[in-house]
């Protein structure tokens, strides 16, 4: 896979023959002391980072002016580069992290490490290359993606990777640049800029990769605690303005035509966003309105949204289509990127490190806000209106300016912008989806493994177009329509398109379908309480809720290759169903015992293998011994078929006899901070106690027994509850 980067050149490798060991996966749990900067005695330069355990080798420096730079580096670990080119640093700046700073005379700038062929490399890109989850053979630049198997512009991005070898590292630069992994062992990039800095980020104990996140996280940024409606389910579609159905006279009414549906089904949903078309002009986008014969009366219809319960958002994109009052204003003042033909579909993009142009585009886009829109959904970046060198600058200043449009009309946390194109500098401005997904097998699958890859480099708010974006007339089918609406069920994030000929609720779809979608749905809605926690985890400490296997079982080998299954935050295991018939095969990551969620009845042992045959109505999910799972209707969102509604919350209790001890971090979201919830389980008598804090809802809890549930209280200010011969499930 060959990096597109135009005008980057790769500069020669300037390896030193400096060497303490062999790089290796760490396993132990002891702490080790901070780490310590070796630097090469010899000429050429190359520096090495010891951590007490191992050698993290980063074996070249590498600056020059194109590929043909053969000149050595001799330098101290503070020192100047030869022939005045310039200077290096290297410093330790916590217990964890190690930072290089290069300032050179050069144009280019990266480094190489090298580890054993074995290791391997996670991070960058949120695109499955050859359905991976990790980058072995991909070279490529740190850009977006254009048609690519499975999905269409997959391009959350960051300069950040991790390796098996137990160390990380992060580029902090929004510089174009190329990632190299086609070498085994091998990890090298290069930025198209004169001065770089890098982190070397090692863990706070051998084998904990989820520090090495949480120190990433902190070098970088989190996401921002989004409010309850962006969890979804999301309903939207981009043909509003044509898709009539009887009574249905324009796009205002076909929402409320989907709204009528989810209330008489009674199936939970939070909000809507109008794709484009919406507005008047050349591609309904620039004129900075809805269009009057689609949307009459748009601020009445967007408080009517929001009286029945749900938030909207409105598509954006920094495009300059032609005649429309962005393109023109710009074209008087000179803003649009150079070389782009305005009768190009797609429009020039304004070049918004002009603050000219960035204070117009953000003055004319607080109209939506003023009129009750709480988010958009930001689209394109990377279909050739800017040069490529330009992406990560111009994208970040776009989502900078969209975020603050929507800040200082509603306050953080109470709107939802969500994007398919981002690096990582804006990752608190905006959550992701995952692009174009196509909408067959391949296109679900991809977005498994879209969403564990996302997760590795923090971007942990994620949704997929639930059933696939890239439809033929009938599509999806309606058996993958299910099995995608289970994945989105057990997604930070349930984002479902529809349509004309794919609703699910008209031909040619079934009853069936519409019972799938209901159970979903409601399911996600029930699950709130869990996924708002694992987001504010995720929110404190870059650990994302959907998590590759091998950040729960880092001692499993097979946990490594996993791209179909997942462990849905901390205490629930996920295996998607991928394929067309219903059967998978379900391979449970050592260390743990799992049972599966929704019978309740069949124990699996870490390291075992199980075959399925499930029906459209059920996922192969499962909850681990130990598990705590708060569950419940905590907020009411389009729920107007139950009289006289208030929140209750039911806590989910899975004791077994060999985890003596449980604990789960809730996340009040009045009082937006973190309670306990622990239980003790007695081996002996069978006694299991819980202790609470101030959950800020009334409910139950619920302990799960070979004899049937035992239930309890749950009083919204904190408490306690015992329970008594308790016979586990799992024993």
């Not at 962006?230 to 309903?235: I, R």
């Not at 295996?575 to 018939?581: C, D, E, F, R, S």
């Amino acid at each position: 896979m060959a990096s597109l980067l135009k005008g980057l050149t790769t500069v020669a490798a300037l390896v030193a023959p400096f060497a303490l060991g062999h790089s290796t996966a760490c396993s132990s749990q002891q702490s080790h002391p901070a780490p310590s900067i070796l630097v090469s005695s010899t000429s050429p330069f190359a520096l090495d980072v010891y951590n007490g355990q191992q050698v993290i080798h980063n074996t070249a420096i590498l600056i020059g002016d194109s590929n043909s730079t053969t000149g050595s580096v001799s330098a101290s670990k503070t020192g100047e580069l030869p022939n005045n080119g310039g200077q290096i640093s290297a410093a330790i700046v916590s217990s964890q992290v190690a930072k290089i700073s290069i300032n050179t005379t050069s144009g280019f700038v990266g480094a190489r490490f090298s580890v054993a062929a074995s290791d391997k490399f996670y991070g960058v890109w949120e695109y499955p290359w050859e359905e991976q989850l990790d980058n072995g053979g991909v070279y490529f630049d740190l850009k977006g993606l254009g048609d690519s198997e499975g999905i269409n512009w997959d391009n959350a991005r960051a300069p950040f990777w991790f390796t098996t070898a137990g160390y990380g590292v992060y580029a902090d630069t929004l510089a174009m640049g190329s990632f190299n992994f086609s070498d085994p062992g091998v990890a090298q990039f290069i930025f198209n800029t004169s001065s770089l800095v890098y982190y070397i980020i090692t863990p706070s104990t051998p084998g904990d990769y989820k520090s090495i996140l949480s120190a990433y996280a902190g070098l970088s940024n989190t996401i921002e605690m989004p409010p309850d409606s962006a969890y979804g389910p999301t309903f939207w579609s981009d043909n509003f303005e044509e898709d009539f159905h009887d009574g249905v006279h324009n796009a205002q009414e076909n929402y409320y035509d989907v709204i009528n549906h989810l209330y008489y089904n009674e199936i939970h949903a939070s909000s809507m966003f109008a794709d484009r078309p919406y507005g008047t002009g050349n591609s309904s986008f620039g004129n900075f309105d809805f269009d009057p014969v689609y949307y009459p009366t748009p601020k009445q219809f967007i408080a009517n949204l929001t009286h029945f319960g749900f938030d909207f958002q409105v598509w954006a994109a920094n495009r300059g289509f032609l005649y429309t009052e962005l393109y023109n204003t710009s074209v008087s003042n000179g803003w649009l990127m150079p070389g782009i033909s305005p009768e190009f579909f797609l429009g020039p993009a304004l070049n918004l490190s002009i603050p000219e142009a960035y204070a117009y585009f953000k003055q004319h886009m607080a109209y939506f806000p003023s009129v009750g829109v709480k988010g958009y959904k930001i689209d394109r970046g990377e279909e050739g209106e800017m040069p490529v060198y330009e992406q990560n600058i111009q994208m970040t200043l776009f989502e900078q300016l969209l975020y603050e449009t929507m800040v200082e009309k509603w306050g953080e946390g109470n709107f939802y912008n969500f994007a398919r194109s981002a690096v990582d500098r804006s990752r608190s401005k905006t959550a992701v989806w995952n692009g174009d997904s196509h909408s067959n097998y391949s296109g679900l699958a991809h977005s498994v493994t879209s969403g564990l890859r996302a997760g590795l480099i923090g971007y942990s708010q994620w949704a997929s177009d639930t059933g696939g974006y890239i439809r033929n007339l009938n599509d999806p089918e309606q058996e993958l329509w299910a099995r995608w609406m289970w994945f989105s069920t057990f997604s930070p994030v349930y984002e479902i398109m529809i349509g004309t000929n794919h609703t699910p609720w008209y031909p040619p779809y079934t009853s069936e379908l519409v019972e799938v979608l209901k159970e979903t749905a409601n399911l996600h809605h029930d699950l709130l309480p869990y996924i708002k926690s694992m987001t504010y985890q995720a929110h404190k400490t870059g650990i994302p809720v959907l998590r590759a296997a091998f950040l729960e079982a880092p001692n499993d080998d097979i946990s490594y290759t996993m791209t179909d299954a997942y462990y849905f935050g901390s205490e629930l295991f996920v295996a998607p169903i991928v394929n067309a018939g219903g059967h998978r095969t379900v391979y449970f990551p050592q260390g743990n015992r799992y049972l599966e969620y929704f019978n309740k009845t069949t124990v699996h042992q870490g390291g075992s293998t199980a075959h399925v045959n499930l029906s459209t109505h059920y996922v192969p999910a499962y909850v681990h011994a130990g598990a705590i799972v708060p569950r419940g209707d905590i907020t009411q969102a389009n729920n107007k078929w139950t009289s006289d509604w208030t929140p209750e919350l039911t806590i989910e209790l899975y004791p077994s006899s060999d985890v003596p001890y449980s604990s789960f971090a809730y996340y009040n979201g009045q009082t937006k901070a973190e309670a306990p919830i622990t239980m003790t389980v007695d081996a002996l008598s069978g006694d299991v106690a819980v202790e609470y804090g101030s959950l800020g809802t009334n409910g139950t809890l619920v302990v799960f027994t070979k004899g049937g549930m035992k239930n309890a209280t749950l009083h919204a200010a904190g408490g306690s509850a015992s329970f008594t011969d308790v016979i586990s499930l799992f024993d």
